[in-house]
């Protein structure tokens, strides 16, 4: 490992918090610190959940940082994760993603990985980056970068609505599974509302060109401009 990486074995449901600088491909530059996921990793449809795999990264942090991500297969949510503590730096670099649970997908199938870097050591200080790459898992050919205005492709239904997180919000990758290490939404910011789980106890977001869960309770109106207060949707939603 290079001595600015301090790995502790923990896992996380990584995404952008408000404010965050979208992931520009070649422009970790302009962001201090920031980690850019450069490449996809081929022959990565199957692992026994142990070890894991080498990645390359372009680091730009002029103090120390660090960072956290997951990686997101279909059909078993996170099965890997990255995690630095504390680094500096400048350039690229090869770095691990560990496994964390077993998998095996059919060729091709698109896999996902996403690296949030934050100002400070240990995770504090806030969010700098957010960086995400989508690859095929065979060929190891880049399927998505997410970049500004990522929301415009995804499935938006029509009848989703601006919300405001009323309080403290724990945030889940599917209904009833809480990220792990847990994150929250602090109350006050915003998201984008799709509608509710089955049980009616979830609603889905998007937040930060992810799709996510969050109790229905910790969201309401949202009364900008914008929104003007419109009532989130009620229809259940996959």
């Known amino acids: 490992m290079r001595a600015f990486r301090l790995i502790t074995l923990m896992a ?10 979208a992931p520009q491909r070649a422009e970790t530059a302009s962001v201090d ?9 081929p022959d990565s449809c199957f692992s026994d959940g142990s070890g894991g795999f080498m990645i390359m990264v372009e680091v730009q942090a002029s103090a120390l940082a660090s960072e956290k991500g997951q990686f997101v297969v279909p059909g078993y949510g996170q099965v890997g994760y990255t ?14 993603m560990f496994a964390s649970a077993p998998y095996s997908v059919p060729d091709h199938t698109p ?3 996403t690296v949030t870097t934050y100002n400070g050591t240990n995770f504090t ?3 700098s980056y957010v960086s995400t ?5 065979t060929t190891g050919e880049t399927i998505v970068v997410e970049k500004p205005g990522c929301d415009a492709l ?40 799709l509608g509710l789980d089955a049980s009616g106890e979830y609603y889905k977001i998007i937040w930060g060109c992810n799709l996510l869960w969050v109790p229905k309770a910790t969201l309401g109106p949202n009364y900008d401009a914008v929104w003007h207060g419109a009532p989130l949707p009620t229809g259940v939603v996959q």
Request: proline share 7%; charged share 10%.
């Open 133 to 137: 790459l989508t690859w095929d898992c």
């Open 12 to 21: 996380l449901l990584v995404m952008a918090l408000s404010g965050v600088l």
């Open 83 to 96: 995690q630095d503590n504390a680094f500096s730096g400048a350039g690229v670099f090869s770095f691990m």
């Open 154 to 193: 995804l499935p938006i239904p029509a009848t989703a609505v601006g919300g405001t997180f009323v309080a403290d919000a724990p945030v889940y990758w599917a209904p009833g599974e809480l990220t792990n290490p847990l994150v929250t939404i602090a109350a006050g910011n915003s998201a984008r509302v």
């Open 33 to 41: 610190p920031s980690w850019e996921i450069l490449e996809g990793k």
């Open 125 to 127: 200080g806030g969010v």
């Open 111 to 113: 896999v996902t990985l």
